[in-house]
């Protein structure tokens, strides 16, 4: 569970996001809004890596303040646009995910086989794609035991083969570990093969469940 309270995030003296209360049980959720509405600045706050006023607090004693270190160990992110050290490789920057994820030997495995991803790994991620490198992106989020991971904008400039697979991974591991998952996005949702998703909109300066 997620508890959002007295939030309130400003750029230059602008009020760009404010939540008085909003609890966030577990489960999936799509969180819908257009392009500038503070999807990314609601994510990368409820990821411990943005300034606000106010407090999160996950699982009911993890505030994100007060105990970031533990807080940004429980909750995995994934950018818009990611951007990693060009020379480094994808194997490598798996492997120091890995390491501050505390993540189970070869738990990657699975998910750079179900993409397909093996052959360019041993490539500096400066030659990938921007589909490739959301991909690894993507990996790496989920990577560790996190209680909630967050997925901005992760449906742009991937192939439409890779949208189910990222789907059955969502599905998986909410299934199997009980992660709570936020995706945003400014498009409608379609991942039909996502169980009990629940919509969260972005709009006029704060947030709400869409009925």
Not at 52 to 67: P, T
Request: aromatic share 10%; hydrophobic share 40%.
């Amino acid at each position: 569970m997620i508890q959002i309270n007295k939030f309130r995030k400003t750029y230059n003296g602008r009020v760009a996001l404010q939540i008085d209360a909003f609890t966030i049980p577990p489960g999936i959720y799509w969180v819908r809004g257009i392009n500038g509405s503070g999807k990314s600045t609601l994510l990368k706050a409820l990821a411990g890596i943005a300034h606000f006023q106010g407090d999160i607090i996950l699982a009911g004693n993890l505030n994100s303040k007060q105990q970031s270190v533990a807080y940004r160990g429980a909750v995995n992110f994934a950018e818009a646009e990611p951007v990693f050290p060009e020379f480094l490789t994808g194997n490598e920057l798996i492997h120091l995910f890995k390491k501050a994820k505390n993540a189970p030997d070869r738990q990657e495995d699975f998910y750079v086989d179900s993409m397909s991803m093996a052959s360019y790994l041993p490539d500096p991620v400066g030659t990938y794609s921007s589909g490739m490198l959301k991909k690894l992106s993507l990996v790496l989020a989920f990577l560790g035991q996190p209680a909630c991971i967050l997925l901005d904008e992760p449906l742009t400039t991937l192939d439409t083969d890779s949208l189910p697979v990222v789907y059955s991974w969502i599905a998986r591991r909410h299934h199997q570990h009980q992660t709570t998952f936020l995706l945003s996005s400014h498009q409608e949702f379609e991942g039909e093969t996502l169980p009990d998703v629940r919509k969260i909109v972005v709009e006029q300066g704060t947030i709400r469940y869409e009925p």
